[in-house]
């Protein structure tokens, strides 16, 4: 396997700086100098002033036609502006010409890469590669704020359970420790281990429970209990403010009845009393004016003042605070206390960021770090490392040498837009290196393009052409999927079944008993098992960004080899929604009974099982949490723990030897799970308390150990405390989450 390669460039910015130990790095509101400022502005602002800067608009016409309410402070923020002359006029206007020259905060939605597009996030958790996540947020702020973009609507952080919904591309999938991880190295990378020039304020949202829309249906109702909140769906937000964030969005989503932008529990109790973030709440778009078709507020004024009340800083384009705070505050509504801390958070930022020493970026200077080298390789890395290897009967690595004429086909074949994936404003379809380009430049004259479908969702009922097309080949390499409109915001499916007559084209193609490798790219996790018996192999890629291309062709040729593992369940069928791993046991969990059609229906028969089951599709999901292939194989053996008892103040130490029992070099992801086998309330069957990259080449045994601190099994139990309860734990050390042998230990 090649050597994976982290260009000096981006190593040195990871690693000459304070390893990423879970502290705050980038610290908001804890530095005296920097309070002694907020205070002395905010001395100097009228209240017309102070809440021009809680007022966020999108930038879209010439500067000239915000220039007016520039120099009178009207506004604190613009976002989809990326243009760095434009950022510059606006940046000027306020320094330069309004009464007290405070800087805008730039932002825009660089959710995953900025130019340099990498996977989509689902895709970047598939990696389990917290590492190579922060490398490429690092890059997606350098490209960024070369341009002047300072501030990133990223890391989305909602736990979803459902893939029909459309954001489940945005976020890290189904697990909470999992998704705590991705979170701190997004925000490590976005604002670097240090504030400088490159610093992105990250923006964690979507607060909270988005992920749980009812139905699959995005921006639905979400019922989630202040247990399910406490022990599943905030903890990511808490170790992203724990590692520095310094902003966070409310989510559209009202929760048992109450509208995240009108929650003062999870935005005061929790966020301010409990976590002590001291940074900047942004509303989403206009989901302050939403409240009034949520029916919690009678119009824009009443939805302003429940804002400022429940604790935003800053409205995002429903104009509620700046045509109604002064008035909400003249009449008693709102008090100015209100307004005064708002404001706080907001100019903590901009002066953490340096924005009033350095607003301007250089225009010549930004050209030249986009789509840098060295980003494009992170992108690269980071495509290979997400690809997910589902099934594979020996066909993959491909013999380069022993291919003469390959065909290459499906819609997703040179789909250069598409496969960027969702939530993309400034990457360039131009500098997309899709399959068929990368297979082409490798085997040049012996790759045949013959797509079959022009697009995901066309119907076909023959494919002539594609068969006779592959009768000529000696592999075939199909590209399917969805496109990148068909997940991301408010874009879900009722159906999730490879669209169209793609499963046909897979159909037509494995009748030519040709070798066929299929690889899908898709916002989401597909019900792909009707597919299976129709390919010899399955790489699940998402949307692999800028460098999918050369990141597949170096999978399926052997050059990098697959490590990548799902993230997400993926399910049989969508009937089976919603299914995760670590869901609790129920008190009649399935016991293997027989599925339809094999259960022999006797006369008189009356039931087929009393446990928690689909008689049509059983008990089981596809592919479990955690899983994913390699080209080589892994063994897990010696798996002993140090003791068989430990306080809560303790560690358990699990050592075990790992194993490469094939013929390739390759990474495995080495997952720990542990399961509180009794509890003040019902508990997960099993959860992931660590998870680690390990490379090993041939034959190569190691010797591993983990330290799983005590601490890290704490959980809301009745009393609605967090703690850990004494009592009788298991423990998995495994390659996903359905395999391994549990070992069993006690907490006093
Ligand atoms: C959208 C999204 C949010 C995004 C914002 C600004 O509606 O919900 O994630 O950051 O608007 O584009």
């Known amino acids: 396997m090649r050597a994976n390669t982290i260009s000096l460039f981006l190593l040195?910015?990871?690693?000459?700086?304070?390893?990423?130990?879970?502290?705050?790095?980038?610290?908001?509101?804890?530095?005296?100098?920097?309070?002694?400022?907020?205070?002395?502005?905010?001395?100097?602002?009228?209240?017309a002033e102070k809440i021009g800067q809680m007022n966020q608009i999108s930038a879209g016409g010439a500067v000239s036609d915000y220039a007016e309410a520039l120099r009178k402070g009207q506004i604190g923020s613009v976002l989809n502006e990326v243009d760095p002359v434009k950022i510059n006029e606006f940046q000027r206007i306020c320094v330069e010409e309004s009464r007290l020259g405070i800087p805008l905060l730039v932002a825009r939605d660089v959710i995953h890469g900025f130019h340099t597009v990498f996977p989509i996030p689902i895709g970047l958790a598939a990696t389990f590669d917290t590492q190579l996540v922060e490398e490429g947020a690092r890059v997606a702020a350098v490209e960024a704020t070369a341009q002047g973009v300072r501030w990133t609507f990223s890391p989305m952080l909602d736990i979803a359970r459902d893939p029909r919904w459309g954001r489940i591309a945005e976020g890290s999938g189904e697990d909470t420790w999992?998704?705590?991880?991705?979170?701190?190295?997004?925000?490590?990378?976005?604002?670097?281990?240090?504030?400088?020039?490159?610093?992105?304020?990250?923006?964690?949202?979507?607060?909270?429970?988005?992920?749980?829309?009812?139905?699959?249906?995005?921006?639905?109702?979400?019922?989630?209990?202040?247990?399910?909140?406490?022990?599943?769906?905030?903890?990511?937000?808490?170790?992203?403010?724990?590692?520095?964030?310094?902003?966070?969005?409310?989510?559209?989503?009202?929760?048992?009845?109450?509208?995240?932008?009108?929650?003062?529990?999870?935005?005061?109790?929790?966020?301010?009393?409990?976590?002590?973030?001291d940074g900047l709440v942004v509303t989403d778009w206009n989901s302050m004016g939403e409240m009034v078709s949520h029916g919690f507020g009678s119009d824009r004024k009443d939805v302003a003042a429940k804002a400022v009340g429940a604790g935003v800083d800053m409205d995002m384009m429903t104009f509620g605070f700046i045509s109604h705070l002064e008035e909400l505050v003249s009449s008693g509504a709102v008090k100015r206390s209100a307004i005064d801390n708002a404001v706080r958070n907001i100019l903590r930022i901009k002066i953490l960021l340096g924005l009033f020493e350095h607003p301007y970026v250089d225009v010549e200077a930004a050209r030249r770090v986009q789509y840098a080298p060295e980003h494009l390789d992170a992108a690269r890395r980071s495509a290979e490392e997400s690809a997910i290897l589902l099934k594979n009967d020996g066909v993959l690595p491909l013999n380069a040498s022993g291919v003469r004429r390959i065909l290459v086909t499906g819609p997703l074949a040179d789909a250069p837009h598409d496969q960027l994936g969702t939530w993309v404003f400034d990457g360039e379809k131009s500098h997309t290196v899709t399959p068929l380009a990368a297979l082409r430049e490798r085997f040049p004259g012996a790759v045949d393009f013959v797509p079959g479908l022009a697009y995901s969702r066309q119907q076909r009922e023959r494919f002539d052409d594609v068969v006779a097309a592959a009768r000529r080949a000696d592999v075939i390499l199909a590209f399917v999927g969805e496109e990148a409109i068909l997940s991301g915001e408010a874009h879900c499916l009722s159906d999730l079944n490879l669209i169209g007559s793609q499963s046909a084209l897979l159909e037509a193609l494995h009748s030519t008993g040709k070798p066929v490798v299929v690889t899908v790219m898709a916002g989401r996790p597909l019900t792909v098992e009707r597919d299976l018996p129709n390919c010899d192999a399955m790489l699940y890629a998402f949307h692999p960004g800028t460098m999918g291309g050369p990141a597949l062709s170096n999978l399926i040729f052997g050059d990098a080899v697959p490590s990548g593992k799902t993230p997400i369940t993926f399910l049989r069928t969508v009937g089976q929604v919603p299914m995760y791993y670590n869901h609790n046991m129920t008190g009649r969990p399935y016991r293997g009974e027989k599925l339809l059609p094999y259960i022999e229906l006797e006369a008189g028969q009356t039931s087929l099982g009393n446990t928690s089951y689909y008689?049509?599709?059983?008990?089981?999901?596809?592919?479990?949490?955690?899983?994913?292939?390699?080209?080589?194989?892994?063994?897990?053996?010696?798996i002993r723990l140090g003791r068989d008892s430990y306080g809560v103040s303790d560690s358990v130490e699990v050592s075990f030897t790992l194993a490469n029992t094939g013929r390739y070099a390759g990474t495995e992801v080495v997952q720990v799970y542990v399961r509180d086998l009794v509890g003040s309330v019902t508990r997960p069957v099993k959860e992931l308390k660590h998870f680690e990259r390990v490379s090993l080449e041939p034959g190569e045994r190691r010797s591993l150990s983990v330290s799983i601190p005590v601490s890290d099994l704490a959980f809301y139990g009745l009393d609605g405390v967090k703690k850990v309860e004494p009592g009788e734990f298991l423990l998995w050390v495994a390659g996903d989450s359905a395999s391994g042998n549990p070992l069993s230990f006690k907490v006093r």
Request: hydrophobic share 35%; proline share 4%.
């Open 178 to 277: 999992l998704d705590s991880r991705m979170a701190e190295a997004m925000v490590y990378g976005y604002q670097g281990r240090v504030s400088d020039s490159t610093s992105m304020a990250a923006c964690i949202k979507h607060f909270v429970g988005y992920g749980a829309a009812e139905g699959g249906r995005d921006y639905n109702s979400t019922f989630l209990t202040e247990r399910q909140l406490r022990n599943i769906y905030l903890p990511p937000f808490e170790a992203a403010v724990k590692a520095g964030a310094h902003t966070l969005m409310t989510s559209f989503n009202d929760n048992d009845g109450v509208p995240s932008t009108g929650n003062s529990f999870v935005l005061k109790d929790v966020l301010r009393d409990e976590w002590g973030f």
């Open 615 to 638: 008689l049509d599709s059983g008990a089981s999901p596809l592919f479990p949490f955690g899983y994913g292939l390699s080209y080589t194989t892994f063994e897990y053996s010696d």
């Open 12 to 47: 040195a910015a990871l690693l000459l700086l304070p390893s990423c130990s879970g502290r705050k790095v980038s610290t908001v509101g804890s530095d005296p100098s920097v309070e002694a400022r907020v205070e002395k502005l905010l001395s100097q602002m009228t209240l």
